[in-house]
């Protein structure tokens, strides 16, 4: 089992920055592909990146070139640092992950994901 946590969230103006963090504890290792995704209300929950158990990280168009994803292995922990923030930005942020197991699954689905944390919410004032 892994359990994840998410911390960082917060209220923050348009233009202003937010460093979310998602600390795995648990079975975890270095294999394991670690997804970011947000929830706005009353819309899908949408994947917004991943830092894939090889190290290469992937970002959607939406938040390319204000995002960024990075992990630290010694502290099993990843973390989405959010920049120029947009109130459309605004929705609960989930980091989700999976072990290295094999799956035909994109790591854009949701249903790639064995593990999920509680989420943290975000709120962008404009």
């Known amino acids: 089992q892994v359990q994840l946590v998410e911390s960082g969230g917060g209220l923050v103006q348009a233009g202003g920055s937010l460093r979310l963090s998602c600390a795995a504890s648990g079975r975890t290792s270095t294999s394991y592909s670690m997804g970011w995704f947000r929830q706005a209300p009353g819309k899908e929950r949408e994947f917004v990146g991943v830092s894939r158990n090889g190290g290469s990280t992937y970002l959607v168009d939406s938040v390319k070139g204000r995002f960024t994803i990075s992990r630290d292995n010694a502290k099993n922990t990843v973390y989405l640092q959010m920049n120029s923030l947009k109130p459309e930005d605004t929705a609960v942020y989930y980091c989700?992950?999976?072990?290295?197991?094999?799956?035909?699954?994109?790591?854009?689905?949701?249903?790639?994901?064995?593990?999920w944390g509680q989420g943290t919410q975000v709120a962008v004032s404009s």
């Open positions: 989700a992950a999976r072990g290295g197991s094999f799956t035909t699954l994109p790591v854009t689905d949701r249903r790639f994901y064995e593990y």
